[in-house]
């Protein structure tokens, strides 16, 4: 399975940005896909996951950001609001063939998509 992210660029604070990421096999409508972050000289950070049994956001983007999904199109997506500069990362989807939206692991990346928030 591949992935590629789009949707990246840059935005002032409190400005909206929507990520996508399409998957090249149509087996993922039963994979858990998620997104996740690495800020520059941090660690990379779970944001994100949506599988069969639901959704899981993290408490740093809980309701500003919002996940979902299109398996017709295979594509996953981020929809972030009231973007920070803290927000400011490279966006990484993922997969998983696991049904639980709380763990991993991950082993499908996408090649990632830097978004860029100005104060």
């Known amino acids: 399975v591949q992935l590629q992210a789009s949707g990246g660029g840059l935005v002032q604070a409190g400005g909206s940005l929507r990520l996508s990421c399409t998957a090249s096999s149509r087996s993922v409508s039963g994979y858990t896909m998620a997104w996740f972050r690495q800020a520059p000289g941090k660690e990379r950070e779970f944001v994100a996951a949506?599988?069969?049994?639901?959704?899981h956001v993290s408490d740093s983007v809980k309701g500003r950001f919002t996940i979902s999904r299109d398996n017709g199109k295979r594509t996953m997506f981020l929809q972030m609001n009231n973007l920070q500069p803290e927000d400011t990362a490279v966006y990484y989807c993922?997969?998983?063939?696991?049904?639980?939206?709380?763990?991993?692991?991950?082993?499908?990346w996408g090649q990632g998509t830097l978004v860029t928030v100005s104060s």
């Open positions: 949506i599988g069969w049994r639901g959704v």
């Open positions: 993922a997969a998983q063939s696991g049904s639980d939206v709380y763990s991993g692991p991950y082993g499908y």
